[in-house]
């Protein structure tokens, strides 16, 4: 069984500060996501990692995947109060004929202070 | 204007009544897939549906859910027996191509609150 585990699960932080947020998995998998979820809203697409050593960037995210310790991160920098949210990753299911069945992490609440 | 519309956006209901999620898609796809969220917890997979068959489905999705695309455009979760945990955001999705993986877009999810 696929198993997602999320660190820290909540993350209170000052702006302007780094922090990284770390996703690890049970299992192989061909795909890892990060989703981003405000308050009572739906999931945003951030990114897709494909292969061992991905590294990808947007403004002030980065993540990464590590798939022989099979830990994906996703790192913040200079946080600003903007990104206060829940992160998710999520890993694609081994053996998965649709394509998107995902198994994702409990999430990790940033709140970043001014 | 999003890609993948749901309806309603939040449902009230006895237990034991039938619920039925909409989720309609502005572009043509085939591939389609329900997620549901009990509050403050983690998103889990429900079913993913292709050219209106089910195609996988996780333990979550016994006997009294039921997907179905009744007119070719809308997708539909039906649930026959609400019962109390059946509590949750439910998102509809989308499967589309993105930096040459296939990334799922949600819709903005309908509430269900079942008392």
């Known amino acids: 069984e696929l198993k997602v585990e999320q660190n820290p699960l909540f993350l209170s932080m000052q702006e302007g500060k780094n922090y990284t947020i770390y996703c690890n998995y049970s299992?192989?998998?061909?795909?890892l996501y990060w989703y981003r979820q405000d308050p009572g809203k739906s999931l945003e697409s951030l990114f897709v990692l494909l292969s061992n050593g991905a590294v990808k960037q947007e403004g002030r995210l980065m993540a990464s995947l590590d798939t022989k310790a099979r830990l994906s991160t996703l790192h913040i920098t200079a946080a600003v109060h903007d990104l206060s949210a829940t992160y998710f990753c999520?890993?694609?299911?081994?053996?998965?004929?649709?394509?998107?069945?995902?198994?994702f992490g409990g999430g990790t609440r940033l709140m970043v202070k001014p | 204007e999003p890609e993948v519309t749901q309806t309603p956006s939040h449902q009230v209901t006895q237990m034991g009544q039938e619920v039925i999620l909409r989720c309609v898609p502005i572009?043509?796809?085939?591939?389609f897939y329900w997620y549901r969220q009990i509050l403050g917890q983690k998103v889990e997979f429900l079913v993913s549906f292709y050219n209106n068959e089910i195609s996988e489905k996780s333990e979550i999705f016994d006997d009294q859910f039921s997907v179905e695309r009744p007119d070719g455009s809308n997708f539909t979760l039906k649930i026959r027996s609400t019962k109390l945990e059946d509590s949750a955001m439910y998102f509809c999705a989308k499967g589309q191509e993105n930096s040459g993986a296939n990334v799922l877009t949600f819709g903005a999810g309908s509430r269900l609150t079942v008392l």
């Open positions: 999520a890993v694609l299911h081994p053996h998965n004929n649709a394509g998107n069945m995902l198994t």
């Open positions: 299992t192989t998998s061909d795909r």
């Open positions: 572009s043509n796809h085939l591939y």
